[in-house]
């Protein structure tokens, strides 16, 4: 009899643990799943943006613009990167991350991979760059490939928080006599609760139960002996994900009250009266059990009502017995306000009944539903959750019981639509991009009848000059006034999309023939050149107008687009400001641009193509040479001289212009300590500096150290900058001139009076030199404004303490007048043409035995 009621209550609380424990691992597993749902969402958002513009790479600014909007509201993220197949991270959420090595990345070696998303293993440290990490700090790596015509590109990587995952598990460990691990397919330990250690190399590979886990099924139990204890084990593994989540509840604990009875009933079996007192006990024994198990079923109520998901518990019929506190927080509704009702209460409306149909045909045959559903809160707002319903079957296998677990994924799902949105459209003005455009260009080259297709190419002339001296900020603002006024120069059946930059088209399907589109690129040219004022300050910006006729059926999108393209080059070549048709011609533009580009890398890779021309610098007065401006000269492989007017931009757009500044700084000013070891007086060398140099290089501190290593003093170099420089917002272009101020440069300011600088940014820099840019030298004697103008420029500079240069003197008229206002420096081929080291050396020489150039005219 004793030996009965010992089986008997030993198996009701076997009983009692198993249905306890499956319950919680079923809980935990969903609430995994759905977190592992959420990153595979922005993962693949990510790839979505990374496969698009594979071929247009983002800049570092903006994809950890878009990886951060990816990561927020995501406390299960540390980071979200984006890592090259050779494991350097081009962009992540953590911007100290960027450009670096990632060392320890399993996924990196998976270059064939054919799965869509790749759990890593486990790595030390906190972010994945982190090379040193105290022990016990640990990331869960989680891969998604992106790829480029079937070729792996890179991967974007998640980076799973630990903590996390741990603080699912944590109260259930404190209150239970239960140990979690979320493990790999392949062994490899992820988390476990509590902790065992130091996880990185950590595996369970190879261990029983673990490699037969997922031989019979993807979840069930058994009993497993650890260490003389007794435990039973319970695991999951996810049907999507390569995860097993195991619970592990120790029966020997859970038995304690049990075992403890037992032992001591054994001693009370003696006589009747120990009988009956036996039975007492086992009575009141049996009543602290009972009031035990309802204290367990109590907290696994509570750890339910306090998870972060809403639970409901519905009968067989789908009525609601039981809600948590998250679902009322989630939709509104109070507990008494849905039990005894159905989930219907929730209905949007959004679902058609077979939606409902196939649910209920799943989870009535026993079977898990998973899926999305459009809710509505109980104030009307519409709600997206991620939604599992099981089905709990009673002992008698019959299904007695619905538990529905809901996520709430509005946020993630609007942050997925913004994603998609960007897709194909421009951040900065919601314009449609060069994506969404040839997807229009081609449905539109498509249709039948052989209808005409226009396109129009514009781009806004010297615009990245802007960028580059007044700041990013800045040149967005112009770009949305730009766009603004081309949405207002047309109408709504034309689209307008922006390429990239400061490019934009035009697709034009409607009543199109030549002259309607001339009329139209007239009227946008007019447009785009009214003059905009922004802080204080006023530009006159134009465009260069590209235009292409296409026939539908006849010709290729990117045929089109690459003939507008064309065409708003050779506008730009002509003189800017103007719109251009498209002809065969124009194919030698393209590639006279892309010859020029490289046959410029050929001759910074080579000796000999570039070489320096020295321009003397004559004192007004004396018609002494005092000092010379460095030219830059280019003779190409073929023989050709090629116009510095014509290289030097495709320097700057290239930013060859740094490398070849660098070059030319360090030549010239190692030729200036070799006249000075000749005894030649050259007293000064004139730099000319590019803005692109300014805002790209520290050429302060080159230009320092090369004077330095040559003890040439810094009173000896005048740099010169355009005047558009003066506007620049970029800290580094301030830093390089505030340095040379600073170390005693000479600073000239070239071309005054010819952009859309003011006096106040001449003031703010104080320069030492202004020079008169030749299109004013060649008006005197024949425009009296001109004059005027040159006056004014010598009282404002000698207001401001500068000296005074005039650039192209090439008659003694000029000269006389430039004399007679009180012009300090004088440069132009009537005194001078650009001369050869030796050429100069030999007009230096002459200077120093006392000789002067048209003497008579001094």
């Known amino acids: 009899m004793f030996i009965l009621f010992q089986a008997i209550g030993e198996s009701r609380a076997r009983v009692s643990i198993e249905s306890e424990s499956a319950v919680l691992a079923h809980t935990l597993e969903g609430g995994l799943v759905r977190s592992i749902q959420d990153i595979q969402g922005r993962l693949n958002s990510m790839r979505a943006q990374l496969e698009y513009t594979s071929e247009l790479l983002l800049e570092p600014d903006e994809l950890q613009r878009r990886l951060t909007l990816l990561i927020?509201?995501?406390?299960?993220?540390?980071?979200?990167?984006?890592?090259?197949?050779?494991?350097v991270v081009l962009g992540s959420s953590q911007p100290d991350e960027i450009g670096r090595t990632v060392a320890g990345l399993s996924c990196l070696s998976q270059a064939d991979t054919h799965l869509p998303m790749v759990f890593g293993q486990v790595i030390p440290g906190r972010f994945l760059t982190e090379t040193l990490a105290p022990a016990g700090i640990y990331q869960l790596p989680i891969c998604m490939p992106y790829k480029f015509e079937g070729a792996l590109r890179g991967w974007i990587v998640a980076v799973w928080n630990p903590d996390a995952v741990s603080a699912l598990f944590r109260p259930l460990i404190e209150q239970l006599p239960i140990s979690l691990r979320l493990l790999n397919y392949d062994g490899s330990l992820m988390v476990s609760a509590p902790s065992i250690g130091e996880l990185p190399g950590y595996s369970l590979a190879g261990q029983e139960p673990f490699n037969s886990l997922l031989d019979e099924r993807e979840w069930g139990s058994l009993e497993l002996d650890r260490n003389g204890r007794q435990v039973l084990l319970h695991y999951r593994a996810t049907s999507m994900f390569p995860v097993v989540l195991t619970l592990e509840y120790d029966l020997d604990a859970g038995l304690e009250h049990w075992h403890g009875l037992v032992s001591r009933l054994r001693?009370?079996?003696?006589?009747?009266?120990?009988?009956?007192?036996?039975?007492s006990g086992i009575i009141f024994r049996l009543s602290r059990r009972q009031q035990g198990m309802a204290d367990r079923l109590q907290l696994l109520g509570t750890a339910i009502s306090t998870t972060a998901n809403a639970v409901i518990i519905t009968d067989a019929k789908g009525v609601v017995q039981w809600v948590n506190r998250a679902f009322t927080l989630l939709t509104g509704y109070e507990p008494e306000q849905v039990v005894g009702r159905t989930p219907a209460i929730l209905n949007s409306g959004e679902h058609p009944k077979a939606f409902f149909n196939d649910l209920w045909q799943t989870i009535t045959q026993g079977r898990v539903w998973r899926g999305e559903v459009v809710n509505r809160t109980r104030s009307g707002a519409r709600l997206i959750v991620d939604q599992t319903i099981t089905p709990i079957c009673s002992e008698n296998s019959l299904i007695d019981h619905y538990v529905a677990v809901h996520e709430d994924v509005t946020a993630r799902r609007e942050a997925e639509q913004r994603a998609l949105?960007?897709?194909?459209?421009?951040?900065?003005?919601e314009l449609p991009n060069r994506r969404r455009l040839s997807e229009k260009l081609a449905e539109a080259l498509q249709a039948p009848g052989e209808q005409k297709v226009g396109l129009l190419y514009i781009d806004l002339d010297n615009f990245k000059t802007v960028n580059d001296t007044l700041g990013h900020s800045m040149g967005d603002e112009l770009l949305v006034i730009t766009v603004r006024r081309l949405i207002n120069a047309v109408t709504e059946d034309i689209c307008l999309a922006r390429l990239g930059g400061d490019e934009f088209a035009m697709l034009v399907t409607k009543d199109v023939d030549t002259q309607w589109l001339e009329e139209l690129a007239i009227r946008l040219v007019?447009?785009?050149?009214?003059?905009?004022?922004?802080?204080?300050?006023?530009?006159?910006?134009?465009?260069?107008?590209?235009?292409a006729i296409g026939i539908s059926g006849d010709t290729e999108p990117a045929t089109l687009l690459r003939q507008a393209d064309l065409a708003m080059y050779k506008a730009k070549h002509d003189g800017r400001n103007q719109y251009r048709f498209f002809d065969v011609k124009m194919d030698y533009l393209m590639r006279r641009r892309v010859e020029l580009e490289q046959g410029l890398r050929a001759a910074m890779a080579g000796e000999g193509e570039l070489s320096m021309r020295y321009q003397p610098i004559f004192d007004a007065a004396t018609l002494k040479p005092l000092?010379?401006?460095?030219?830059?000269?280019?003779?190409?492989?073929?023989?050709?001289?090629?116009?510095?007017?014509?290289?030097?931009p495709v320097?700057?757009?290239?930013?060859?212009?740094?490398?070849?500044?660098?070059?030319?700084?360090?030549?010239?000013?190692?030729?200036?300590?070799?006249?000075?070891?000749?005894?030649?007086?050259?007293?000064?060398?004139?730099?000319?500096?590019?803005?692109?140099q300014l805002a790209r290089d520290d050429i302060a501190g080159r230009l320092l150290r090369a004077l330095a290593r040559h003890h040439i003093g810094t009173d000896?170099?005048?740099?010169?900058?355009?005047?558009?420089?003066?506007?620049?917002?970029?800290?580094?272009?301030?830093?390089?001139?505030?340095?040379?101020?600073?170390?005693?440069?000479?600073?000239?300011?070239?071309?005054?009076?010819?952009?859309?600088?003011?006096?106040?940014?001449?003031?703010?820099?104080q320069a030492d030199y202004l020079k008169i840019d030749r299109s004013f030298v060649i008006g005197i004697g024949k425009n009296r404004s001109d004059e005027e103008i040159i006056h004014a420029m010598i009282a404002l500079a000698r207001s401001l303490q500068m000296k005074v240069v005039a650039e192209g003197v090439d008659d003694a008229a000029q000269l006389r007048f430039l004399q007679s206002a009180g012009c300090d420096l004088i440069q132009g081929f009537l005194l001078s043409k650009p001369l050869t080291v030796l050429e100069a050396g030999a007009l230096f020489d002459s200077a120093r035995r006392g000789l002067t150039v048209l003497a008579g005219y001094g």
């Open 72 to 87: 927020e509201m995501s406390p299960q993220l540390r980071e979200l990167a984006v890592v090259s197949a050779e494991g």
């Open 267 to 279: 001693w009370l079996v003696v006589g009747i009266v120990v009988m009956i007192l036996l039975a």
């Open 421 to 429: 949105f960007l897709a194909f459209h421009d951040q900065l003005t």
């Open 526 to 547: 007019k447009v785009l050149a009214q003059p905009v004022e922004l802080n204080g300050t006023r530009f006159q910006l134009s465009a260069s107008i590209g235009l």
């Open 627 to 648: 000092g010379v401006e460095v030219l830059i000269r280019w003779q190409s492989e073929s023989g050709e001289w090629v116009s510095p007017a014509e290289f030097i």
């Open 651 to 692: 320097a700057e757009e290239s930013g060859m212009i740094v490398q070849i500044g660098a070059w030319q700084m360090e030549e010239v000013i190692g030729q200036l300590a070799t006249w000075d070891k000749q005894g030649l007086e050259v007293g000064y060398l004139s730099l000319n500096v590019s803005a692109v």
């Open 716 to 765: 000896r170099i005048v740099v010169e900058i355009t005047e558009t420089t003066l506007m620049s917002k970029s800290l580094l272009v301030k830093s390089n001139l505030a340095a040379l101020e600073a170390a005693g440069v000479f600073v000239s300011v070239d071309d005054f009076g010819t952009g859309y600088s003011s006096m106040s940014y001449l003031k703010e820099l």
